[in-house]
Nanobody, 115 residues
Framework: QVQLVESGGGLVQTGGSLRLSCAAS????????MGWYRQAPGKQRELVAR???????TYADSVKGRFTISRDNAKNTVYLQMNSLKPEDTAVYYC?????????WGQGTQVTVSS
């Protein structure tokens, strides 16, 4: 059974930092790309960053230079380091793993950036 459990969200002031974590179980973690998505109220869920099994990563233009995705295969965990946070980064952040037949999602963690 695939499970993704996010943690690390919270309330932070503009310019602050947070680190999100997503612990995965039920998959051969090192074999899969892992992604972070976010969904703000009234908006569609959007891709924030994705890290591939080889360690390369892609980012949404809106977070390039501010966010860093990383993975620790020994801990089956993917991280999202978020620096220089802006109010527009406020959203529920979800961890994702795209398997062949189905996309799995975590429960989400709220990030709120106050101005």
């Amino acid at each position: 059974q695939v499970q993704l459990v996010e943690s690390g969200g919270g309330l932070v002031q503009t310019g602050g930092s947070l680190r999100l974590s997503c612990a995965a179980s039920g998959i051969i973690f090192s074999a899969y790309s892992m992604g972070w998505y976010r969904q703000a109220p009234g908006k569609q869920r959007e891709l924030v960053a994705r890290i591939f099994s080889a360690g390369t990563a892609t980012y949404a233009d809106s977070v390039k230079g501010r966010f860093t995705i990383s993975r620790d295969n020994a801990k089956n965990t993917v991280y999202l380091q978020m620096n220089s946070l802006k109010p527009e980064d406020t959203a529920v952040y979800y961890c994702n793993v795209p398997l062949a037949a189905y996309d799995y999602w975590g429960q989400g963690t709220q990030v709120t950036v106050s101005s």
